[in-house]
Structure formats: C-alpha cells, structure tokens
C-alpha cells in the first residue's frame, strides 16, 4: 500500500479528494449550465460559437463533457488540439479523424471531407478547436472558408473554438472580421464565487465517501477562496494540497495554518501573494 493510500484509509475515503473532475466531483454552476446551453444550440443550428475565460476556468471540461453527451448517431465531433496546425496540416488532420485517407493536395482533401458530409447526411459534423488563440491566421481562415462549403444549402458543420479571454478582441481585428462575424454565440466563464467553491469541497469530499459536515474551516475556505481567486483549477490543486497536508499531519480538519502550508506547494496562484499570509 502506497503512502497516498493510507492517508485516504486514516480519513475513511476511497481515494484522494480533488482528483481531476468526474462526474461525480462535477459541480454544475450557471455560467457552466449557460456554456453547455449555448454549445447545444451551435451544434443544433451547425453554427460557430466561442467559449472564453482565462487559464484554469474550465474550458475544456466543460466542452470535454459536453461531446461526450452528446448523442453519436446525431453528431460526428472532431476535436483539434494542436493549435500551432497550418491551414493544410488542418485540413489533412480533420479528413485523416474523419477516417478518410488525407492527401498532401487541398483539393483532394476538400472532396474527401465532402465525401464525408455527403454520406453522413442525417449527421451533424461538429469542429471543436481548443487553444485558439494561439492558431495562425491561415487556420482560422481555413476554417472560415470551410463554414461555407455546402452554402448555399446550410452550413457544412458546427465550429466551438475555445480560447482565452482576450481571443474575442483578436477576432474583432480586421484580418479577422469575416469569422468573427460568422459566430452565433460567445460565452466567457467567470471564476467560482464562495458558495460554489464550498460546494465544490462538498461533492469532492462526497464522491470519496467523507461525508462529515466539518472538514474545511471557514477560515481555510476564506483563505482558498481568496488565494485561488475562484478559479476552479487552482480550487481543485489548492483543495488537495491542504487535505495531502492534514493527512500527513494526522488531523482530521483542515484550518488556515494548513491551508497556508498548502499554498507553499502549489504555484501559480492567482489571488493572494504568499508573503502576504
């Protein structure tokens, strides 16, 4: 037995809390239920939509569980995450997940992907592009031009592009104007206020079968709240370093103290300073 496991034993878990999100550590905020409403109505209407925020926000999980509720034989989701792509290297990639034989030619490649939405036409393509702001203009421009392959008729698939917060002034520019003005929804999600993170503590101490009402001190909550600034990756890392430290202590409650010593192990927070506590 490992060291990680016996200090989920002494406090009675089935595993380390604040593990990466599952289903059951999932907490469902309003700006996340506003996000995946928005997702279904892009995918729905084949339209473009962009999810933005900073780094840690969520982004990708709240997209990663979006596709994978999604229903298959409605949607065909082709999820690209290497943002540093060309345009060509995007199109070859794209025909090449559709299961289609890709060549070094566009135009081979645009009548492979046409082949495709010509066979799956009871089925919605939908193009998730993760990291955007880091894709070249020829990408983007790539993927404006492939929105009107079916045009007239309706178009070719669904476009989420997920980036960060300042990716929509970037599309804003005039270079380019013409994607931009191709996007049917935007959604920014805002860091977690102190009742969800409190909820959060819940459903992650839950979901490894601590139920007692007592584990996290106001003052350690406070503390996380105002270190991590709310944002939920920071939230998850902050969270587990502190119950990592109780458990090594052996104490079954979580105070300031400990939660300070936690902050020591986890850079990159975006609330306190640490000199600060």
């Known amino acids: 037995m490992n060291e990680l496991e016996l200090y989920a034993r002494s406090w009675g878990a089935t595993a380390v809390p604040f593990g990466p999100l599952s289903e059951m550590q999932w907490v469902s905020i309003p700006s996340q239920q506003r996000a995946v409403s928005l997702l279904n109505q892009t995918a729905a209407l084949r339209g473009a939509m962009l999810l933005s925020g900073g780094n840690g926000m969520g982004k990708s999980a709240v997209v990663g569980r979006w596709i994978r509720q999604l229903e298959p034989r409605l949607y065909t989701v082709v999820g690209l995450t290497q943002a540093t792509l060309s345009s060509s290297g995007l199109l070859g990639t794209l025909v090449r997940r559709l299961g289609k034989p890709a060549g070094f030619r566009r135009e081979r490649n645009l009548d492979e992907l046409s082949t495709f939405l010509g066979e799956q036409e009871r089925q919605s393509l939908v193009i998730v592009l993760d990291d955007a702001q880091h894709s070249a203009h020829s990408t983007l421009e790539e993927l404006r031009l492939l929105l009107g392959l079916n045009l007239p008729s309706q178009p070719a698939f669904a476009l989420v592009l997920i980036g960060d917060e300042y990716l929509l002034g970037q599309l804003q520019l005039r270079n380019h104007r013409a994607l931009c003005s191709r996007l049917g929804a935007h959604h920014t999600l ?68 400990t939660m300070q010593q936690a902050m020591e192990q986890v850079p990159g927070l975006a609330g306190l300073v640490r000199s600060a506590t």
């Open 190 to 257: 805002n860091p977690w206020t102190l009742e969800q993170v409190q909820e959060y503590l819940k459903t992650g101490l839950e979901a490894v079968g601590i139920a007692r009402s007592r584990v996290f001190e106001a003052a350690a909550v406070d503390l996380l709240v105002r270190a991590t600034a709310g944002v939920p990756r920071s939230v998850c890392l902050l969270a587990r370093a502190a119950w990592l430290e109780a458990a090594r202590a052996g104490v079954q409650e979580i105070g300031a103290p």
